[in-house]
């Protein structure tokens, strides 16, 4: 079956990265994009981009231009999302959630969510 | 950016109907999925295209989209059906975008 994977909690200082895995199982890694989404303790969610890991490609939101990384690797089925210039309000729960390339933009299988605590 | 406008909380009876919309400029000429959260857990897609429902998802949960509206219906509710409930679209200008969300409550 299906399963998403996410790297644990994470504790960071204002002004640090953080980088979070997401390892996919049960399924043809290349076939789906992978997105990110946030949320933050008792707010909604917040889409943050999305990576092709077949080509690389990425795309995001313009938030978090010049501070968002996004990678991936085919070899272990692993996406990555690594966010810098850490500030308090981005402590949250960060979600990698998997979009079908031929299908419209919804996401289908998600991942449990990584923590991110950013304190200093 | 495009704004998805969803009502704060919904209440509803156990067996009664549940509506919960979501407000867009034109959203009926957009594609709108929505997504059902429990507390501490992953968001879980609980309709997608406006009105298709995935493999294991209740005939009870469906979806309309016309306007400038779109709605969730939950058809006989029961008390499993309380949590967080959003819409999203794709949007041309802002990519990805989320309603903020609408907490249905069984009474």
């Known amino acids: 079956q299906v399963q998403m994977v996410q790297s644990g909690a994470e504790v960071k200082k204002p002004g640090a990265s953080v980088k979070v895995s997401c390892k996919a199982s049960g399924y043809t890694f290349t076939g789906y994009y992978m997105h990110w989404v946030r949320q933050a303790p008792g707010q909604g969610l917040e889409w943050m981009g999305w990576i092709n890991p077949d080509s690389g490609v990425t795309d995001f939101s313009q938030k978090f231009q010049g501070r968002l990384t996004m990678t991936g690797d085919t070899s272990i089925s692993t996406a990555y999302m690594e966010l810098s210039g850490l500030r308090s309000d981005d402590a949250a729960v960060y979600y990698c959630?998997?979009?079908?390339?031929?299908?419209?933009?919804?996401?289908?299988?998600w991942g449990h969510g990584t923590l991110v605590s950013v304190s200093s | 950016s495009y704004v998805l406008t969803q009502p704060p909380s919904v209440s509803v009876a156990p067996g009664q109907t549940a509506r919960i919309t979501c407000g867009g400029n034109y959203i009926g000429s957009k594609i709108v999925h929505w997504y059902q959260q429990k507390p501490g857990q992953a968001p879980v897609l609980v309709v997608y295209d406006n009105s298709d429902r995935p493999s294991g998802i209740p005939e009870r949960f469906s979806g309309s989209n016309s306007g400038n509206t779109a709605t969730l219906t939950i058809s006989r509710v029961e008390a499993g059906d309380e949590a967080d409930y959003y819409c999203q679209v794709w949007d041309s200008y802002s990519d990805v975008v989320f309603g903020g969300g609408t907490k249905l409550t069984v009474l």
């Open positions: 959630a998997r979009q079908d390339v031929l299908a419209n933009y919804y996401f289908d299988s």
